[in-house]
């Protein structure tokens, strides 16, 4: 692992601005864009706004490193998510899953008035052999979701989730980030709220090149 788990509230200096560009683009769901996730996204920031989509990561970059002192190479991908209430039925919680070989994800809060409890936990395995299952049940229920197999989904997302334990559990509070190694892995743990679409900014840093990194410079302390 490189990065910990932060949170951060206050992150936007101009939340409501940011809000406001959010809700103005289009939205596409993954049997159009391709990919698994629950709800809709955005293209790539990168395409619409490319000023915008650069001063986002270096404030998220900014949490971890000086930005005079280290020269950063990076790679990400970050899109406007937007889940609408009930849009999968009684199927509230997300799938416990990872980012792959991400080094650094995370998610910033958009929705004003959601509840606390559309917000991630981290989980971790409760065994060696615990992985994510049913994945084709999960491919499914965010590409082509159907009323009628709505116990199906829940089933195969509740053995999927119960092979881990949440350790950290971070609330949904408007304009908050949280960040994390991707390689941890987290769930939603409400994927909608009853008066208002769940919105967030979702980013994945795919490469991260420097010399330093909090965690394993952390573990040059003897201690």
Request: proline share 4%; hydrophobic share 30%.
């Amino acid at each position: 692992m490189f990065f910990p788990s932060i949170c951060v509230d206050n992150f936007f200096n101009n939340p409501d601005d940011v809000r406001q560009f959010a809700l103005s683009l289009d939205y596409e769901d993954c049997s159009v864009r391709g990919g698994i996730w629950p709800g809709k996204r955005t293209k790539e920031l990168s395409e619409i706004n490319p000023d915008y989509h650069k001063e986002f990561c270096q404030k998220v970059l900014s949490l971890f490193f000086d930005r005079k002192r280290f020269n950063l190479q990076y790679k990400i991908q970050t899109y406007f998510q937007l889940t609408e209430p009930e849009q999968y039925g009684n199927v509230s919680t997300g799938w416990v899953h990872d980012d792959g070989f991400s080094p650094l994800s995370g998610v910033v809060y958009l929705s004003k008035d959601i509840q606390m409890d559309c917000g991630t936990s981290i989980c971790s395995k409760k065994s060696l052999y615990s992985s994510e299952r049913n994945f084709d049940a999960k491919q499914e229920m965010f590409g082509n979701y159907t009323l009628e197999k709505s116990k199906y989904y829940k089933d195969c997302m509740e053995v999927n989730n119960s092979q881990f334990v949440e350790t950290v559990r971070f609330s949904n509070i408007y304009n908050r980030l949280i960040a994390y190694d991707g390689a941890q892995y987290h769930v939603v743990n409400n994927l909608y709220g009853n008066k208002e679409p769940r919105l967030t900014q979702v980013f994945f840093f795919d490469t991260i090149s420097s010399d330093w990194f909090p965690i394993p410079h952390s573990r040059t302390v003897k201690i």
